[in-house]
Nanobody, 124 residues
Framework: QVQLVESGGGLVQAGGSLRLSCAAS????????MGWFRQAPGKEREFVAA????????YYADSVKGRFTISRDNAKNAVYLQMSSLKPEDTAMYYC?????????????????WGQGTQVTVSS
């Protein structure tokens, strides 16, 4: 059974940093894309970042480019999201996801498995 467990969320002041982690279990994920999405209250879920299993290429939403960095550790079946220069508009529930397509997409419905989420709150 596939399980994704996020951690590392919390309350931080604007301009601060957080590092999210996602531990995956239930199979080997070296041939899965791994990514992060977020959903703020009253808003739709949106793509944040992804990293390809095929070539390690990374993808970012324009809103986080230059501030967030996604990475993965295949030996640990884990994906990370280093978030810096955080803004109040980054406040959301952050979800880890995995999928087996050749190229990661920004469409949540294309992703196969999801975690339960970790809350990030950025105060102004």
């Amino acid at each position: 059974q596939v399980q994704l467990v996020e951690s590392g969320g919390g309350l931080v002041q604007a301009g601060g940093s957080l590092r999210l982690s996602c531990a995956a279990s239930g199979r080997t994920f070296s041939n899965y894309n791994m990514g992060w999405f977020r959903q703020a209250p009253g808003k739709e879920r949106e793509f944040v970042a992804a990293i390809s299993w095929f070539n390690g290429r990374t993808y970012y939403a324009d809103s986080v480019k230059g501030r967030f960095t996604i990475s993965r550790d295949n030996a640990k079946n884990a994906v990370y999201l280093q978030m810096s220069s955080l803004k109040p508009e980054d406040t959301a529930m952050y979800y880890c996801a995995v999928d087996r397509s050749m190229v990661p997409t920004t469409t949540g419905a294309d992703w196969d498995y999801w975690g339960q989420g970790t809350q990030v709150t950025v105060s102004s």
